[in-house]
């Protein structure tokens, strides 16, 4: 998570949507860099809300303009699986290696799920329930779309590094599992599908 004091700017770091190197290029700029551990760098919308709008709103007199980014879900969930391939998962238990994608997406979708399987849901970390929630939500397979923007709200020329990229791997559903990923996850598909 980044906060621009001046801007009036809160980016979201969505897991999954390239925001290590997003924080990597813009903290020389950010009033505050969340970044460790993973559970405050990760600040979903609605704790967000809670917690550190009304200090910030505080503090500043004013409200600070929320943005993150989200990943289509079929490939946010491909790039956890990918990612938990790596030889270097330090919890084996959260270890992908040994299965394909297909079986994968279904322990997603088990109750309970295992912790190699439990990555949550973009629609849960950008989903304010009730009151205010994020301005705007970009598209990360548009991610030229955020850059201007932030470019033009930052007045700073962004390049983008490449850091803590998932490993190539093949991310093939049968058609079955597809079905049920979508229905068990239509808040996820259709937040994705609402996005410009």
């Not at 969340?34 to 505080?58: C, E, G």
């Not at 990918?82 to 322990?107: C, K, L, N």
Request: proline content about 7%.
């Amino acid at each position: 998570m980044l906060v621009f004091w001046k801007e009036r700017l809160v980016f979201l770091a969505t897991p999954k949507t390239g925001t290590t190197a997003i924080e990597a290029a813009l903290q020389p700029l950010a009033n505050v860099s969340i970044q460790n551990p993973p559970a405050l760098k990760h600040t979903p919308v609605r704790r967000y809300q809670r917690f550190l709008a009304p200090y910030l709103r505080s503090a500043a007199g004013e409200d600070f303009t929320v943005v993150a980014l989200m990943r289509e879900p079929i490939d946010w969930l491909g790039s956890w699986y990918r990612y938990r391939q790596r030889d270097s998962i330090p919890v084996r238990e959260r270890s992908t290696q040994g299965m394909d994608f297909d079986a994968f997406v279904t322990a997603h979708l088990s109750d309970p799920c295992p912790a190699f399987a439990d990555v949550g849901s973009q629609a849960r970390f950008l989903d304010p329930g009730k009151g205010p929630g994020i301005d705007r939500v970009f598209r990360y397979e548009n991610i030229r779309a955020f850059i201007d923007f932030l470019e033009d709200r930052l007045d700073f020329e962004i390049v983008l590094p490449r850091l803590n990229v998932s490993p190539e791997g093949a991310t093939h559903l049968t058609a079955a599992t597809e079905a049920r990923l979508r229905e068990a996850r239509a808040e996820d598909f259709a937040l994705y599908a609402a996005l410009d």
